[in-house]
């Protein structure tokens, strides 16, 4: 009997030693491919640069690599006043933005910022941009966490060809 007790308690000792130990490798493994501790992935992340100090359109492709659903609130850059998501709509021939406050993207999904849908519209520019500069760009999610991305300056040649164009009319903006 007291055999067997002894050997309960050096079971349970064991397994204490090592599910710590376990715990640690499979956090150093997840962590390194998740940055913000919610699994996100950004790719693509450019802007479309104007030949003059006005709103420019930001583009990329956001993934969420989660089990739960990733809600991207809102963004902030040192480069612009004001920063913004916005959605192009197109009827009838003319295209139109409206102001999106959310958008969420599903487990193991992405959503694709293009020309001629969403686009994170930048307004304010603090400073002159040029093809080739980067511009950082923090993407804040629902639960408070936040992600640092830097956007690549590209002539509007660059961008892929699409149905319409961001910089279409919207009342108020120069663009
Ligand atoms: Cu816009």
Redesign the pocket.
């Known amino acids: 009997m007291k055999f067997a007790i002894g050997r309960n308690a050096m079971a349970k000792l064991l397994v204490e030693i090592i599910l710590p130990a376990g715990i640690c490798v499979l956090l150093s493994a997840s962590t390194f491919a998740a940055e913000i501790g919610q699994s996100v992935q950004v790719k693509d992340a450019w802007i479309r640069w104007l030949p003059a100090t006005v709103?420019s359109?930001g583009y990329m492709t956001l993934t969420n690599t989660g089990a739960a659903s990733l809600a991207l609130i809102s963004a902030d850059s040192p480069d612009f006043g004001e920063v913004s998501f916005?959605q192009?709509h197109t009827k009838n021939g003319v295209s139109a933005?409206a102001a999106v406050s959310s958008l969420t993207v599903a487990p193991q999904s992405s959503l694709r910022f293009a020309p001629g849908g969403y686009?994170i519209?930048l307004m304010q520019p603090k400073r002159t941009l040029h093809p080739g500069d980067h511009v950082p760009i923090t993407l804040h999610f629902a639960g408070g966490q936040s992600l640092e991305v830097l956007f690549d300056v590209r002539a509007a040649s660059a961008s892929p060809p699409g149905p319409s164009d961001?910089m279409g009319s919207?009342p108020g903006?120069h663009h």
Do not use: I, V
């Open positions: 709103p359109g916005h192009t933005m686009h519209m961001d919207m903006m």
